[in-house]
């Protein structure tokens, strides 16, 4: 059996925190190339500070200056960084108690090879040049019994960016593949359900009312009803066709439940339910495992369909 | 199943950027009053639910780990419920059966939602290899089906904008909602911009950072309690051949199963007071057929009567509901706490008088979750 068809899906953004009073301290002092704690209702300092006591679930308010030195508390060797890791080189993931706090912090070491690293390790942090009020102002902590570079003055930060990207390969189903593979042959491929009798297009694996796989394949025309529409006159981030256009829900003829398609060659306000429409395909040499060599739908020019005929697909 | 009541409600001020407050201190804001509401304090709190739609909004996978401290969890059972723009109303019915169990006295049911930290149209509209990528996030997704709507029951075209100016006359009323439009009127709302058409601009939800929060208690805790009589939830598929995507199943079964626990019969006269999940105006009709208030076809008939304003027959979303405020996660929890609020008597000015009865009711994802609570000033 050959494997299903698959294509990277990367998701990424920008996200934005807003810091509040605890963490926007925390990372404005780094800027400053300090390091500061609070105290919890129990009298231990915590590093990075906690906003609301672990103990007592009351708002915490005072915070306690410790040192950028410290000791190894636990480690772990990375002989291979990951994309987004504080070090393109081998280093240690450390969880890092410095002096006058209670708790630790999790940090990259740089030690060069895991020889240099044990439990009671003396550290200290080495602070970025250009620090912008974040965890990664601490570039990274460092082997020394030396003090670490004394603070200075900076603006304080309410707010940070944190980007988050994922990579995904999107595999399509074993019954999902024969329909992608009909598409690259320009074929609409569709199945029927065994129990129900009605017809998925694109098909499912299973029947979503019956719950059985769906067995029967069958081919349909590219000619079908618009059952109800939008016109999406909004612009948004990530958006891939520009607006204004027609997002319709398309029934092709011989299928029982309509898809999103894109719809094109008549305006927007001539555009109706029951509307009869055709598929325009892409060139040829343009075609893929997608319903994107449907370029986009467009109106027949036959009569419209009785309301009645597409009513229960609404 | 013994009796449970919520005798504490909180929310925050929800606005477009709450900048101020980190995730935990939005949570907190919410829980503060409602614990404060109910006069308990954290050894009174037995366990916590917490609610927040799909993680994408803010990028952070699994919230409920890294708030634990902030929702005073520690040492107690934690659970996160997550069932899409509904999920808030699904955290308050979990935290409800945990009580009408037996298994907790005082349970806290928190949700939010820090839409300013992202961007939930992107996160709804994310391209997935093979399709045709004409998503347009949530309103586009519904925008068809409120067409389809209007075809079905020969609605007019200007119900719609008489659902936003109500909702948003609403809101003016209510200190926490995140839009206060008291002038807005039908034909200001008819001349916004079309977005994705047949939905305008002022017809469309707001994008809110906001929390709620619900303390719900086995016996009254500080006088005021709204008993909750009956709460339902209810699921179908995104899409099925012959699915009706304007009055979905899952909905009817969900309103008659909560009609028939709380011992109602004919709602549109028993219930006082409505919080309906409505982020796009034209929803209040359709959700007033869908939970049987009216026959199908006739829900744009009691908006166009104004029967749905405070004062009518049936006040729909006295609070401004979500066309004023919308945390996502957060939303279903408030139309919760407002129907707690309304027969509490603590709504304010934005009280529906002598409200006895009311509905909470949450909707998420394609219209495929349905979540609602009935709740009331007499103990069942
Ligand atoms: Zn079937």
Redesign the interface.
Known sequence: MTRP?????D?G?D?????????GRFLSDLRRRKVTGIRGSDGRVHVPP????????E?LSEFVDVTATGVVRGWSWIPEPLEGQPLDRPFAWALIQLDGADTSLLHAVDAGSPDQMSTGTRVRARWRDERVGAITDIECFEISDEPADPPVEAEAV??VT?P?NLHYT?S?SPT?DPF?RGLMEGRLIAQR?PV?E???FPPRPA???DGVPTTDQIELSDRGTI????????P??????PPP?V???VLLDGA??P????LLGVA?EDVR?GMRVEAVWKPREEWG????N?DHFRPSGEPDAP?DSY???? | MRPAAVVGVGQTHHAA??????M??LC?EAIDRAMADAGVD?SDIDAVVLGKAPD?F??VMMPELFLA????A?GKPLLRVHTAGSVGGSTGNVAASLVQSGVHNRVLAVAFE?Q????A???L?????????????A??YF??????YI??ASAPEHIGAMVAAKDRRNGAKNPYAHLKQPDITVESVQAS???????RYDETCPSSDGACAVVISAEPTSGQAAWIRATAMRTE?T????????NPQAGQDAARALWKQAGITDPLSEVDAAEIYVPFSWFEPMWLENLGFTDIGQGWKLTEAGETEIGGRLPVNPSGGVLSSNPIGASGLLRFAEAAMQVMGTAGDHQVDGARVALGHAYGGGSQFFAMWVVGSEKP
């Open positions: 068809l698959s294509a990277p899906l998701v953004f996200y934005t925190r807003s810091l509040g009073p605890t963490l906690l906003e609301y006591d672990p103990v007592t679930a708002r309410t707010m944190t988050v999107h399509a999902e992608l359900c129900c009605k017809v998925y029947c979503p009312v059952t109800t529409y939008c016109v999406v006159n909004v948004f981030l990530g958006q891939r066709i256009y997002s319709a829900y029982d439940i898809f999103l398609h894109l927007p339910m495992p997608t319903m994107q449907i309301f009513s229960q697909h609404l | 950027k709450r900048l101020d407050v980190s935990a201190g907190r954290w994408l803010e990028g401290d902030a929702l005073g520690v820090k300013s930290e992202s961007n149209m992107w996160a509209s994310v391209p997935t290899p093979f399709t045709m990528p004409v998503h347009a996030g309103g586009g925008a068809p089906h409120v067409r389809s075809r079905r911009t079309m977005l994705w058409d047949p939905i598929p899409t099925f051949a012959g699915r009706d995507q304007v």
